[in-house]
């Protein structure tokens, strides 16, 4: 496999011009492949090395999330138009030889947050160690399980006019509640804007407008799906020439949700990518976002033990059919459950956030409540965590944690 795109984990990622970290339509080509070529782009991870190999989550604490996401292209394919469908076939994720570990970060609530923020508002931090398939923790005992590699962010380059319309959604949803913590969205800010090979001027006017890469939106973007893993094949909406398709945010294992934000297993990594044109493929399939076919491969979980949540939220309060109230429910109670065996909170959110957990809107008709399921697998532990007679038997470990800020 060639290499298209190669990166450097050991410097600053604002000096290699084969990264971007805003969407913009006139951030240049750093490459033109023709459809069928198959290829290797090298990544970052996500925060471009701001996280260390460490016991001390500071770096969690002070991250500068106006730097992310540190992207490899864009990527031009000959012949692809607006209006098409570009195919990419993911066909191996890896592990750079140069950086073989990983983090999940719990972000402070007042930098990012996560889905649990009121729950767990500080800042935490746990590494990961592979070993091949398998990923453990030093922070995080009894408990190892195959990974399920993925980009979390892989999508095309918006037009002038789409990133217009994010830009106007966006600001409006903002301007409810400007000072809420943590914010409703992430606006444009140029002062730590990547834009490429874009030349000074250029750079500097398309930087404040440039969009975030924080949401998913309907070019796929961070969309963070565990199941656009290896093997995958997804089709992006093309909306420039040549469609400019950027990727990275690369996880070695995420369960459904991401839930603790940086909640993957995050690390720098390689994609091997394949790509194909379907002309005029918008339209031809009625399709605004992304659709993908997942892997024949993916670890293989049968014995689950599922945590239901409904939609009435933590002090009693009815919501009306809300699946993030409901979904937040369920992880709580998976959370209290895991903490019987000698978890702590902090430990079995990690969990949630990085072990293959499915999680499920399974009703969502049945007024007042929505019920959201999260699917545990329970032989990633390396004890029995099913209920019994004879009560939750303490299988962890106590004294070890994730890391803190010291
Ligand atoms: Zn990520």
Redesign the pocket.
């Known amino acids: 496999m060639d290499t298209l795109i190669s990166v450097d984990v050991a410097s600053a990622p604002e000096k290699q011009d084969v990264l971007h970290n805003r969407w913009h339509p006139d951030i240049p080509m750093v490459s033109w492949v023709k459809p069928g070529d198959q290829f290797r782009v090298e990544c970052v991870d996500?925060t471009g090395g701001q996280i260390k190999d460490d016991n001390n989550a500071i770096d969690i604490k002070i991250v500068d999330l106006s730097k992310v996401h540190y992207l490899s292209g864009p990527i031009g394919v000959e012949g692809a138009e607006p209006g098409d469908l570009l195919v990419v076939d993911i066909l191996d994720v890896g592990v750079l030889a140069a950086s073989q570990w990983g983090f999940t970060g719990i972000f402070a609530k007042e930098n990012g947050g996560g889905f649990l923020t009121e729950h767990y508002p500080d800042a935490r931090k746990a590494c990961w160690g592979f070993s091949g398939i398998y990923a453990n923790s030093r922070h995080i005992p009894g408990v190892e399980f195959a990974g399920i590699m993925h980009p979390?962010l892989i999508g095309c380059l918006p037009s002038k006019e789409l990133l217009a319309t994010w830009n106007k959604r966006e600001k409006a949803l903002f301007d409810t509640d400007p000072e809420r913590v943590p914010p409703l969205c992430a606006l444009p800010s140029s002062p730590t804007a990547h834009m490429g090979r874009m030349k000074a001027d250029a750079a500097k006017s398309a930087a404040a407008e440039g969009a975030r890469t924080v949401p998913p939106r309907e070019h796929g973007g961070n969309c963070?799906i565990k199941n656009l893993s290896r093997g995958s094949s997804v089709y992006f909406p093309v909306y420039v020439k040549g469609g400019g398709l950027s990727m990275g945010?690369i996880?070695f294992s995420q369960g459904d949700g991401?839930i603790t934000f940086?909640g993957?297993i995050?690390m720098a990594g390689y994609l091997d990518i394949r790509v194909n044109i379907i002309k005029e493929g918008m339209a031809k399939y009625g399709i605004k976002n992304p659709i993908f076919k997942p892997s024949p491969l993916e670890p293989r979980y049968s014995s689950y033990l599922i945590f239901e949540g409904i939609s009435v939220d933590e002090a009693g309060k009815q919501h009306y059919l809300d699946v993030h109230v409901a979904y937040r429910q369920a992880c709580l109670n998976a959370i209290e459950y895991m903490k019987k065996f000698g978890y702590t909170g902090a430990q079995a959110y990690a969990i949630l956030g990085t072990a293959p957990v499915e999680g499920r809107i399974s009703g969502i008709v049945d007024i007042p409540n929505a019920c959201a399921t999260l699917a545990l697998p329970t032989e990633i532990f390396n004890f029995d965590l099913r209920p019994s007679a004879f009560g939750p038997k303490p299988s962890v470990p106590s004294g070890i944690d994730l890391a803190v800020v010291t």
């Open positions: 996500w979390g963070d945010d996880h991401e940086c993957a995050e």
